[in-house]
């Protein structure tokens, strides 16, 4: 949306609602909108609506955890952003959020590990990853431990 239409683009979406109620994607038009606008705070509780309505639309799940962390709880938006990736694990913008997630958390190695399925995943010509994306993220990457490996040329010592 144009940036002299994002609060047109607000009533529109608001409007939808009031013509029907039941219409998640208006909410996640809604709330998605509103982080676009960097108003993370008013997102939340919309998204978190939506997905009461519709609990298994990743898009919505991935919303909800990008709300989550713009207001500084990222640790409690990756579960649903975990989610969001399993029910759609081609969608390149769920791993490169998860990853943004971790490394704003200090989980440098889950990050890495984020992206290396990523690149794995979707990239033609690299060898494809060992199980599906969430296990092999979180259980079977070699990255997962990169950084406290402590061995030098490892990517041990704590890294930058």
């Known amino acids: 949306v144009a940036a002299g239409r994002q609060e047109e683009a607000l009533k529109l979406y608001r409007r939808a609602i009031e013509a029907d109620p039941n219409m998640y994607e208006a909410y996640n038009n809604l ?13 939340e509780p ?13 898009q919505l799940l991935f919303n909800l955890g990008l709300a989550i962390r713009g207001v500084g709880r990222g640790p409690e938006g ?21 990853a943004r997630t971790y490394n704003f958390g200090g989980e440098r190695g889950l990050a890495l590990s984020s992206l290396d399925a990523m690149t794995r995943t ?3 010509g690299w060898d494809g990853i060992t199980a599906p994306p969430d296990e092999y993220i979180h259980e079977r990457s070699p990255y997962r431990d990169f950084y406290t490996r402590g061995k030098k040329g490892a990517g041990g010592g704590g890294g930058a």
């Open 31 to 43: 709330g998605g909108q509103l982080l676009a606008m960097g108003k993370a705070a008013d997102a």
């Open 46 to 58: 919309v998204l978190r609506f939506a997905v009461s309505m519709e609990g298994s639309e990743p």
């Open 78 to 98: 990756v579960p649903l952003m975990r989610s969001a990736l399993r029910l759609d694990p081609k969608n390149k913008d769920y791993y490169w959020e998860l």
């Open 122 to 124: 979707l990239r033609t």
